[in-house]
């Protein structure tokens, strides 16, 4: 069983807020900083709004960088690289906005008014998918 360390002096926000962003976020990290449980920090983090907001900023922060990374993907020589950074960037919430990353069975209208719903199967299909597309789908 594992024993929790336990402080002799409750850390200052100041510290806790300084070893949250020293350990980007990770708490236990964090907690082992300072020299308290885990568990006694996240209880603190989840009762103190500057606490909760240091959080939602290093949060903010991984997200910027993360945006930062597919978008810079978007503009990478290699096709496939370019292909999966679109779809990433359409997944997310800009791309919701105008209509991408919604799960929207393909359908087709009857002869008689009603919907009909398509699914698109591939056959007997061995062949793996290309590394690279060359032609005018490759290029910019």
């Known amino acids: 069983m594992k024993s929790e360390v336990v402080a002799l002096f409750e850390p200052d926000e100041e ?4 070893a949250l962003e020293l350990e980007e976020g990770n708490v236990t990290k964090a907690a082992e900083r300072l020299g308290v449980a885990p568990a006694w920090l996240r209880r603190k983090i989840n009762s103190t709004s500057a606490l909760e907001a240091a959080i939602a900023e290093i949060m903010e922060q991984d ?66 998918e290309p590394k690279e597309i060359e032609g005018p789908l490759g290029e910019e």
């Open 63 to 128: 997200v910027d960088r993360a945006i930062a990374i597919m978008r810079s993907g978007l503009k990478e020589e290699s096709y496939l690289v370019r292909f999966y950074a679109a779809k990433e960037f359409l997944r997310s919430e800009a791309g919701r906005r105008r209509g991408f990353g919604r799960d929207q069975p393909a359908q087709v209208e009857t002869a008689s008014g009603g919907r009909a719903v398509i699914v698109l199967k591939w056959l007997d299909d061995d062949k793996p």
């Open 15 to 18: 510290r806790m807020i300084g």
